[in-house]
């Protein structure tokens, strides 16, 4: 995780969020109770198309995600089941981040904003 500009309180809250998963996780294994966190971001809902002010705004946001889209909410769900179900059951104090590769990107979106994959 990533902290966000202007977005302190949310920061926060998220990376407190994910070190009590990974705390009780630990605590709970022993009860065979297992704790992973879902991070989902972008998804393709309609809030995600109202806080953009111009479609252009939100063209460029999808622009930076590297697969070249929004994830879409049926991906999410899959994942929650598939952490649901035996198929994981030896996953546990971990956070899963699903965002089409956005979180880590920082240069893909440099090269983005500097023009230079449309010289290649």
Partial sequence: MNPEINMGAYSVSKASLIILSQLLAVEWAKYNIR???VCPRPVE???IKESFETPDLLAARVEGVPLGRFGRPEE???LVAFLAFDDSS???GEYIVIDGGSA???YY???K???RDKKK
């Fill in 35 to 37: 704790v992973n966190v």
């Fill in 45 to 47: 809902i309609p809030m």
């Fill in 76 to 78: 999410v769900a899959k």
């Fill in 90 to 92: 030896n996953i546990t």
């Fill in 104 to 106: 880590r990107s920082i």
């Fill in 109 to 111: 979106l440099v090269e």
């Fill in 113 to 115: 904003l500097g023009g």
